[in-house]
């Protein structure tokens, strides 16, 4: 009798005990040298939090990306390094260029059809675009160094 008491309880437990679960399309695990997290593509329950000038989404998937699409081999400084921050941006994105050279560093801000919108050179290592007349989608941002392109970005704008 016991044996079938334990086995009822466990049979009931089961159908009740509730993990978490979901309909996933992708996912897996990304890791560098700042740390590791993990992601999933298919659930859309997250957080935004906004103070000071900055935002962070916390939840089990994010609605943005940044992309690099393009990394050229062919160019004369190596040891350059860019990123572009924040993505998604509702006005201002950042270029930040480590190993900087002035006079020879360029970017350029394209559509998703290709249509150039602005080409400019990137003033110091810390360069600031402005997003906020744009239209809400998708744009590409391509770095050049001495007109040799080097990355180009894909930036989502809010």
Known sequence: MTKQTLTALLLFVTFFMHAQKGVV???GNGSGSGGSSSYTVGLVNF???TANNSNSTEGVQHAYQITEIENAQKVVKSD???TVFPNPTEDLVTIKIDNYVKGIMSYQLFSTSG?????KNASESLTTISMGN????TYF????????PIKTFKIIKN
């Open 141 to 148: 941002i391509k770095v050049s160094c001495d007109e040799n």
């Open 25 to 27: 399309t992708s996912g």
């Open 47 to 49: 957080k935004s939090n």
């Open 80 to 82: 350059l390094s860019f």
């Open 115 to 119: 249509q150039l919108i602005f080409s």
């Open 134 to 137: 744009l239209a809400q989608g």
